[in-house]
Nanobody, 124 residues
Framework: QVQLVESGGGLVQAGGSLRLSCAAS????????MGWFRQAPGKEREFVGT????????RYADPVKGRFTISRDNARNTVSLQMNSLKPEDTAVYYC?????????????????WGQGTQVTVPS
């Protein structure tokens, strides 16, 4: 049974930082591209960033480029999202997701497994 469990969310003031983590189990982690997505109230789930199974390549959505960084530790089956210079518009539930294979994707439809999400709130 595949499980993705996010942690690290919370409330942070604008300009602050948070680090989200996602622990994976039940899958061959180093054969999965991992992604982060987010969903704000009343909005569709949107792509944040993704990292290839080796960690050698990342891709980010334009709104977070230069502020967010994805990394992974294949020995510990974890993927992290370091979020700096947070803005109120970053407020959302953040989800990690896993996609079998080596190719990155920004589409929710391409991901096989999802975590339950963790709330990030940046008050205005």
């Amino acid at each position: 049974q595949v499980q993705l469990v996010e942690s690290g969310g919370g409330l942070v003031q604008a300009g602050g930082s948070l680090r989200l983590s996602c622990a994976a189990s039940g899958l061959t982690f180093n054969r999965y591209t991992m992604g982060w997505f987010r969903q704000a109230p009343g909005k569709e789930r949107e792509f944040v960033g993704t990292i290839t199974w080796s960690g050698g390549s990342t891709r980010y959505a334009d709104p977070v480029k230069g502020r967010f960084t994805i990394s992974r530790d294949n020995a510990r089956n974890t993927v992290s999202l370091q979020m700096n210079s947070l803005k109120p518009e970053d407020t959302a539930v953040y989800y990690c997701a896993g996609r079998s294979g080596a190719y990155v994707s920004s589409s929710t439809k391409d991901y096989d497994y999802w975590g339950q999400g963790t709330q990030v709130t940046v008050p205005s």
